[in-house]
């Protein structure tokens, strides 16, 4: 059975740093996509970084580049998001999805959230 579990949500103040960690089972990630994706309350879910199966190609939204980096370690079937000055809105429930290499681009899986397997979600607060 195909299962993502993520770790690392939290409270945090404005400015302030987290890592979200994204640890698969049941299946090794190395010709996995995997994206991470966030749904704030009353709003739709947002796709904010995604990356390549081997970690060469790497998409991240606007809302979040040049304060977010996406990373892997195939060896330990975990990818990694590192979110720096964090801002209040970007308080929301933060998901890992993973997708076969075989069935998308890198852009595709985060701007139409192309996905065949969801994490359970992480709690984000960043206070002000």
């Known amino acids: 059975q195909l299962q993502l579990v993520e770790s690392g949500g939290g409270l945090v103040q404005s400015g302030g740093s987290l890592r979200l960690s994204c640890e698969a089972s049941?299946?090794?990630?190395?010709?996995?996509?995997i994206g991470w994706f966030r749904q704030a309350p009353g709003k739709e879910r947002e796709g904010l970084s995604c990356?390549?199966?081997?970690?060469?190609?790497?998409y991240y939204a606007t809302s979040v580049k040049d304060r977010f980096t996406i990373s892997r370690d195939n060896a330990k079937n975990t990818v990694y998001l590192q979110m720096n000055s964090l801002k209040p809105e970007d308080t929301a429930i933060y998901y890992c999805?993973?997708?076969?290499?075989?069935?998308?681009?890198?852009?595709?899986?985060?701007?139409?959230?192309?996905?065949?397997?969801w994490g359970q979600g992480t709690q984000v607060t960043v206070s002000s």
């Open positions: 990356i390549s199966s081997s970690a060469r190609t790497t």
């Open positions: 049941g299946f090794t990630l190395n010709s996995y996509y």
């Open positions: 999805a993973a997708t076969p290499a075989r069935l998308t681009i890198i852009r595709d899986m985060c701007t139409n959230t192309v996905v065949e397997t």
